[in-house]
């Protein structure tokens, strides 16, 4: 059984930093690849970050613009989120997701993920 959980979200003032953690159980983290998915109040899921299974490719939301970083260590079956110079736009519930396909080379769209963590809120006040 595939699990993901989420840690470190929190409330911080704008232009403040939280790094996002998301460990994995339940099968071989270093064939997937793991990619984290926000949604705040009354909009769309949308990807904030991607990471290819070996770590060597990522992928970012058109309006990360270079503040978030993604990361993976597959020793410890974890992916990061750091997240630098936040928004109060960036406030949102923020999960970390993996699909089911081993050495996934798409699109990371949402609905291209079959595993979902709970979710960690991330607050950034103005």
């Known amino acids: 059984q595939v699990q993901l959980v989420e840690s470190g979200g929190g409330f911080v003032q704008a232009g403040g930093s939280l790094r996002l953690s998301c460990v994995a159980s339940?099968?071989?983290?270093?064939?997937?690849?793991m990619a984290w998915f926000r949604q705040a109040v009354g909009k769309e899921r949308e990807l904030v970050a991607g990471i290819t299974w070996s770590g060597g490719s990522t992928f970012y939301g058109d309006f990360v613009k270079g503040r978030f970083t993604i990361s993976r260590d597959n020793a410890k079956n974890t992916v990061f989120l750091q997240m630098t110079s936040l928004e109060p736009e960036d406030t949102a519930v923020y999960y970390c997701?993996?699909?089911?396909?081993?050495?996934?080379?798409?699109?990371?769209?949402?609905?291209?993920?079959?595993?979902w963590g709970q979710g960690t809120q991330v607050t950034v006040s103005a």
């Open positions: 997701a993996s699909p089911e396909d081993s050495f996934y080379s798409g699109a990371y769209q949402a609905s291209h993920f079959a595993y």
């Open positions: 339940g099968r071989t983290f270093d064939y997937y690849a």
